[in-house]
């Protein structure tokens, strides 16, 4: 009796591992610290798969910005996203598509579970990011943060789009 719960035990184990393996692969993390305050993004970072995935995109579109666990950004300092007031703490970012070349970065206050479906209200900020198109090729999703004169600068990179934006820190 007791090897039979071992055994299963043990079954339940190795069907696990392998998933939650897959729920933290391809983890990054960008940095920065902007006015003495650290900034971190942990996101999920997919390939790019031979499709345009970003100009695909239909008006409307919340992406949850990466892969697997939702993207989060930690900070150390209160946020000015266009004009509203964060305070410092960790946020879920989610990409919306609001036009053709238009996207926005949504700060939400809840970190959902993995496999949660994207939220699509309930935002505490939006960010509007300019979209441009790269000279190089990004095979992987890469979200990165820079000091850019006392604000934080995002650059969301994936194929050739770029999406980009910036945020004040204090």
């Known amino acids: 009796m007791n090897f039979r719960r071992i055994a299963l035990c043990l079954m339940a184990l190795c069907l696990a591992v392998p998933a939650l393996a897959q729920m933290n692969a391809g983890r990054e993390t960008a940095t920065a610290t902007v006015n003495g305050k650290k900034l971190s993004i942990d996101y999920g970072s997919p390939n790019w798969g031979g499709q345009d995935r970003l100009a695909m995109a239909t008006t409307g579109t919340v992406w949850r910005l990466g892969m697997n666990k939702p993207t989060v950004i930690e900070t150390e300092g209160d946020l000015n996203v266009a004009g509203k007031q964060l305070k410092a703490g960790k946020y879920s970012l ?77």
């Open 94 to 170: 989610w990409a919306k598509k609001t036009g053709d070349n238009a996207w926005v970065l949504a700060f939400h206050p809840t970190i959902p579970p993995w496999g949660v479906p994207e939220l699509k209200e309930g935002y505490a900020a939006e960010l509007p990011l300019k979209m441009e198109t790269a000279k190089d090729h990004a095979e992987k999703l890469t979200i990165s943060l820079a000091d850019m004169k006392g604000k934080a600068g995002i650059k969301i990179h994936w194929g050739t789009a770029v999406l980009v934006g910036s945020f004040g820190v204090k």
